[in-house]
Structure formats: structure tokens, C-alpha cells
């Protein structure tokens, strides 16, 4: 009987883990416990996919994210505190030890509370500028909540995302392409340039611009960022794809504006309904690493000689150059709760690199209907090898944004011809002018030594033969 107990004790473990491929172990850092009943409905989203969480306050003694050089939660939700600051355990060194440790953290700004200066420096480590004025937010005069912000125009209205970057895959857009996101109070973030880990997922519409409300001129002299310059939603993907996103607005996680009705100035007919529960699914999902996320599956390459008999070596350690080699590679990518085929974006290709110092071969992998199934789709691709011996590499480098990171190397020998497998003489046609220059001296030396041979020598009269004639 403790085998079948044991066995069904195990398959429930498996039914109550988290959807998410870095694990369920979620910390919600919420200063005032009081307000978590404004956000219930984003809790139960995240609690019916999986996620154990845990709330504690920045200020809790208790609260740790590493415990004997191990992290203790597989991701970090961290709400704006009020006061100026996240305590020792939440320092910037200790976030960033937290991403270099495959750590993913969801971080949300408001406008109601002053930024602390941990979050600043924190997000200057990833080129995440915040307006020098704490108290800043986004308005937008003719993009905005004619029902909730009529007079301060702080409710900004966004589309949601249609085409975040040419070759990204559109994980935020909800459920209807003509979506509306609701902003309120929140604030814009200016990128840096110099990351190229650093995307945006929503920008400002190119009317909004970041403002004071606290400043009673009727005008702004010179604005922190307008237009597209701010960012209202970005995200970073670190080199070992742990991700970072920065949220311009906790409001747009409450109960409120998850099913909110918001009509734009100017605008005919019913109000809408806003889109922000599915873009905080998404947004979530994709920081927390339920979406975006690719895996590598067998990785083979042979030579094509005998490949028709099934007499074929997978992976060998040496080629021959100008062999003729076929390389496969088996990708899948993570939807929420299963692996699917992976299909590349479009005008975009998995590429594979043969290089030595650098790349001899740079090929477009093509999807093979034989090897996909219903998890994964197998790439392949065929070429020659250059004729240049040496230690050469088959290389799958694949980064585009919102993914994480392929990288996948094998390392192989390529040599020469061996002594009895350059082609015989007689086999190359421009050879046969020489080879039959050869065989015509021969015949010719030959013919001469015969000649030289059977020819009889001219007898030439001397002093014998004129004393004969005498006598």
C-alpha cells in the first residue's frame, strides 16, 4: 500500500507546481498589509497559476532573499513602499545578487510616495533614468479618462502594444488587437541607449509628457521627457535571461482598473472596457518566465554520406573537409503550461554559424516536417565543409528580445585528405594532357631504343680492304 500512496503523493506535487519554468516561490514586498485587498484580484490570477506566495515588508527582520548562499524565492514582486527606504535586506547589491542568480523581480513606481533612493540606484545599474522630480507623472491632454481625469488628465490611455521592436514576438497585446490600456499616476522612465538588453514593452503616446501636479504654472519650461521618450512599461533580460521589469504604475494592478469603464476625449459611442487584466497576466507571466522562454532539445550533426542506408555516425569528432554535413537542432518553447513548437517571429530565422576564428558558414535554419512534433520543432540545414583544416565549431546564437538566450556549441576537427583518399590521377580531367604527354615520351624513348636497336651500322672502307683490292 505505500507504493500506490507514495505514487499518488507525488503526482499531486506535480499538479500543484507552478506553470512557471523558474519555480513557484513568489515574495510580494508590501509595505502596508492593508492594502492587499486592493489588488486581490491580481493575487488570485497568480495563486490559480501556480505561484506560493509569500507577503512580508521591506522592513520585516525575518525577510531574506538568500539563506545559506541559496535564493529563498524564485522571484520577488516589490510594491513602492512609503517611507524612503527598503531596509538592509533589500538593498540594491543584494537585488542585483538576486538577478545574477537567476532571480526574477517585478518591480511597480507610484506617484503617491517619494521613489526611494534603493530603487534609484537600482535602476541606474540598468540605465533606467526616473525624473529628478519625485513627484512627477504622466499626463496626457488628449489621451486621457474623460470619466476618472477629466480636470488633471493623469488617467493616460495607451493602446495596448501591436509591435514592440521588428522580430519580437507580441507577448503584451491582450486578447483584441484594439485593446485599451489604462495608466493612471504613473510615472515615465527614460532608457538608456547604451544596453542592449534594455526594451521597452509600452511607450507614452507621443502627446504625453511628464509633469508636476504639485506645480501650479500653466505651462512646462522644460519637461523631464515627452512623447516616446517615456516608457511607461520596460523590461531588462540579463545575459543568463533573468528578467527585470519595471512597472510605471501600481494602479494598474488594482481591482478597479482591471474592469473599468474609460471613454477617451472626443470619442463616440459606449465606454470601454480596459484591457488591464490580461496585460497583467502577460506581463507578469513573461517577468516570471511562463512565456518567452526556449529550450533546446537533441542537437546532432553527421555526414550525408550513407545517410540514405541509415549508415550514418551522429556527432562525430572529426569531419574531412569538402565533406558534405547536416546539422539539426530540436527547439521548443514554454506557453504558460506546456511546450510548444517554437516558431521564430516573422522576417526573422534561427541562424547556425560554422566558424573557426570566424564564421566560414552562416545558414538559415529551416524547420523539418519529418523531425516536429507536437512539443518541438526540429531546424536543420546542409552545407560543405570549407576546404581549411582545423578546430572548427557548429554555434546556435540565438538572442532576440522577450526570449531567453540560445547558445549551443560543438566543437569538431576538421582535417585533410588522407594519403589514399586524394582521387587518382586518371580521375582528373585536366590531367589527362599531362598523363598523355608522359606516355607519348615513353613510347617515343622507346621506339628510339627499338630503332637504335634493329638498324645495322654503315661499314666505312679503311686500310684492310684497300690491300685487298691491291693484291
Not at 532571480?103 to 533606467?128: C, H, M, Q, W, Y
Not at 510605471?248 to 474592469?259: P, T, Y
Request: with cysteine; net charge negative; charged share 20%.
Amino acid at each position: 500500500m505505500q507504493l500506490p500512496v507514495a505514487f499518488l503523493l507525488l503526482c499531486l506535487l506535480g499538479i500543484v507546481q507552478a506553470l512557471s519554468t523558474a519555480g513557484n516561490r513568489l515574495l510580494v514586498v508590501i509595505e502596508e498589509l492593508a492594502d492587499k485587498d486592493k489588488y486581490s484580484t491580481f493575487w488570485s490570477d497568480l495563486e490559480s497559476r501556480g505561484y506560493n506566495l509569500d507577503f512580508e515588508s521591506p522592513k520585516s527582520e525575518k525577510l531574506t532573499l538568500f539563506q545559506h548562499g541559496e535564493r529563498v524565492y524564485d522571484h520577488v514582486l516589490l510594491l513602492p513602499p512609503k517611507s524612503k527606504g527598503l531596509g538592509p535586506s533589500l538593498t540594491p547589491k543584494i537585488l542585483m545578487d538576486f538577478i545574477n542568480g537567476d532571480g526574477n523581480i517585478l518591480l511597480a513606481l507610484a506617484s503617491d510616495a517619494p521613489t526611494p533612493t534603493a530603487i534609484v540606484s537600482l535602476l541606474l545599474e540598468f540605465d533606467i533614468h526616473l525624473p529628478s522630480d519625485r513627484n512627477a507623472l504622466v499626463v496626457d491632454h488628449f489621451n486621457h479618462d474623460t470619466i476618472s481625469a477629466s480636470d488633471k488628465h493623469d488617467v493616460v490611455l495607451v493602446p495596448a502594444p501591436k509591435a514592440l521592436r521588428p522580430g519580437a514576438k507580441n507577448f503584451f497585446a491582450g486578447q483584441s488587437p484594439d485593446t485599451t490600456l489604462a495608466f493612471p499616476r504613473g510615472m515615465g522612465q527614460v532608457l538608456g541607449n547604451e544596453s542592449p538588453l534594455l526594451h521597452p514593452i509600452l511607450r507614452a503616446p507621443s502627446s504625453a509628457y511628464s509633469y508636476n501636479p504639485k506645480d501650479q504654472s500653466e505651462t512646462v519650461e522644460d519637461p523631464f521627457a515627452v512623447g516616446q521618450q517615456l516608457a511607461l512599461v520596460s523590461a531588462l533580460q540579463a545575459r543568463n535571461s533573468a528578467r527585470f521589469t519595471v512597472l510605471g504604475s501600481l494602479e494598474m494592478l488594482e481591482n478597479k482598473w482591471f474592469d473599468a469603464k474609460v471613454k477617451a476625449p472626443g470619442a463616440s459611442g459606449e465606454k470601454t472596457t480596459t484591457g488591464n487584466r490580461d496585460f497583467a497576466k502577460a506581463l507578469s507571466a513573461w517577468t516570471f518566465q511562463e512565456i518567452g522562454v526556449l529550450k533546446v532539445g537533441n542537437v546532432e550533426h553527421h555526414l550525408n554520406e550513407g545517410a540514405d542506408q541509415g549508415l550514418v555516425e551522429l556527432n562525430p569528432k572529426i569531419y574531412r573537409i569538402k565533406s558534405d554535413v547536416t546539422f539539426s537542432i530540436e527547439l521548443s518553447e514554454y506557453n504558460y503550461d506546456h511546450w510548444a513548437p517554437f516558431t521564430p517571429p516573422a522576417k526573422d530565422a534561427v541562424q547556425l554559424e560554422f566558424s573557426m576564428l570566424s564564421p566560414f558558414h552562416r545558414l538559415a535554419l529551416t524547420p523539418s516536417s519529418s523531425g516536429t512534433s507536437s512539443n518541438s520543432t526540429l531546424y536543420t540545414t546542409s552545407f560543405t565543409v570549407p576546404d581549411q583544416h582545423g578546430i572548427f565549431k557548429f554555434e546556435v546564437n540565438y538572442k532576440r528580445p522577450f526570449f531567453t538566450y540560445i547558445d549551443e556549441t560543438r566543437e569538431v576537427t576538421v582535417r585533410h585528405y588522407a594519403h589514399d583518399e586524394w582521387p587518382r590521377s586518371f580521375a582528373i580531367s585536366g590531367a589527362w594532357t599531362w598523363i598523355a604527354g608522359i606516355w607519348v615520351t615513353v613510347a617515343g624513348w622507346l621506339a628510339f631504343v627499338a630503332l637504335w636497336l634493329w638498324s645495322a651500322p654503315v661499314r666505312s672502307s679503311g686500310p684492310a680492304d684497300k690491300a685487298k683490292k691491291t693484291q
